[in-house]
């Protein structure tokens, strides 16, 4: 079994920052792509950013220069720091991996179970 468990959501005043926290655990042999999303009330879901095993990211254009999407140092972790943040950020966040688990030949997606995120004055 695979499992991502997110923290790092709240409450924050427009302006402020917050970082958001994915660890995987489970038999993971390689993961080719950890990302972040987010689904506000009445929109789509929609990717946020995401880095490849290689270093390579990928953002959102409303969040290109106010958010980060990095590796952690502990294994199979990414975080997103989220600063200048605004009311219109306001989803649920979910981080995404696709992995390969030990003794498969193929990668598949999971996903966390979502984190809360608010931008309020």
């Known amino acids: 079994q695979v499992q991502l468990v997110e923290s790092g959501g709240g409450l924050v005043q427009p302006g402020g920052s917050l970082r958001l926290s994915c660890a995987a655990s489970?038999?993971?042999?390689?993961?080719?792509?950890m990302g972040w999303y987010r689904q506000a009330p009445g929109k789509e879901h929609e990717l946020v950013a995401a880095?490849?095993?290689?270093?390579?990211?990928n953002y959102a254009d409303s969040v290109k220069g106010r958010f980060t999407i990095s590796r952690g140092n502990v294994k199979n972790t990414v975080y997103l720091q989220m600063n200048s943040l605004k009311p219109e950020d306001t989803a649920v966040y979910y981080c995404?991996?696709?992995?390969?688990?030990?003794?498969?030949?193929?990668?598949?997606?999971?996903w966390g179970q979502g984190t809360q995120v608010t931008v309020s004055s």
């Open positions: 880095i490849t095993s290689g270093g390579s990211t």
């Open positions: 489970g038999t993971i042999f390689s993961i080719s792509v």
């Open positions: 995404h991996y696709t992995l390969a688990r030990y003794g498969s030949d193929s990668y598949q997606d999971y």
